[in-house]
């Protein structure tokens, strides 16, 4: 599967924004979705899942009540809806797949909060 992440930008604290990640090929439903991010110098770090249908997800606790994550198995995407962003929240987010055991990753896009 590859995996294409848009979205990122430039935002205000307290702004939002919502990512996307598209995926190639047909076997979407088949995977598990995350995303993740990275700062410079820093250890890429769990942000959120979802499962195959979207039902159940999981969240950090740094961004629990704050970012919602989302798919669409008839789009192919996962989405990451982001509220009440915070200085820390400045990254580079990563969506990635998984299926059993296999893990994809698509290219990053930056998250850039300001005060």
């Known amino acids: 599967v590859q995996l294409q992440a848009s979205g990122g930008g430039l935002v205000q604290v307290g702004g939002s924004l919502r990512l996307s990640c598209a995926a190639s090929?047909?076997?979407?439903?088949?995977?598990?979705m995350a995303w993740l991010r990275q700062t410079p110098g820093k250890e890429r770090e769990f942000v959120a899942a979802?499962?195959?249908?979207?039902?159940?997800?999981y969240y950090a606790d740094s961004v629990k009540g704050r970012f919602t994550i989302s798919r669409d198995n008839t789009k192919n995407t996962v989405y990451l809806q982001m509220n009440s962003l915070k200085l820390e929240d400045t990254a580079v987010y990563y969506c990635a797949a998984n299926r059993r055991g296999d893990n994809y990753w698509g290219q990053g896009t930056q998250v850039t909060v300001s005060s």
């Open positions: 090929g047909r076997t979407f439903s088949s995977y598990v």
């Open positions: 979802t499962g195959w249908s979207g039902s159940t997800t």
